[in-house]
């Protein structure tokens, strides 16, 4: 099972547009040269590449991109009749013992913002189709 999701992790890398190949010394993105703290990627798009694989990062820019309501019913964090919502983003393709590291499966687009009712039902919708 181990070597299973190692492998799976593997493909999910060779696909991501964020990881192309690198030349040293030059941002991925802009080819402009990186401070020698840097690996990758330059000051301007060092947050661009952290989005889309740190899932701490992650979570909470989609959350924004989501301007902090339910994808799915539209509901607000706050909510004026209620209360506090609380909202949650999660994977749409589960990460399925994969741990929230640095990944490819934080991507933006395979996560989304719910809230509890909507989480419950997405969450029964997925073990239905498994």
């Known amino acids: 099972m181990r070597n299973e999701i190692q492998q799976a992790d593997l493909e999910q890398a060779k696909n991501c547009p964020l990881l192309k190949p690198h ?34 990062i992650a979570r909470k820019a989609a959350a924004e991109r989501d301007d902090h309501r ?33 990944s490819c ?8 913002t719910l809230c509890r009712d909507c989480l419950n039902n997405a969450q029964r919708e997925t073990r239905e189709l498994e």
Request: charged residues 25%; aromatic residues 12%; proline residues 5%.
């Open 70 to 102: 339910c994808c799915r019913c539209s509901r607000p964090q706050w909510h004026p009749s209620t209360g506090l919502v609380r909202l949650e983003v999660r994977h749409i393709n589960p990460l399925h013992d994969r741990g929230y590291h640095i």
């Open 23 to 56: 030349i040293e010394a030059l941002c991925d993105w802009c080819h402009d040269p990186v401070d020698y703290r840097q690996f990758r990627w330059c000051k301007n798009h060092i947050m661009s590449w952290s989005e889309n694989h740190v899932w701490i």
């Open 105 to 112: 499966y934080n991507h933006l687009d395979n996560l989304e």
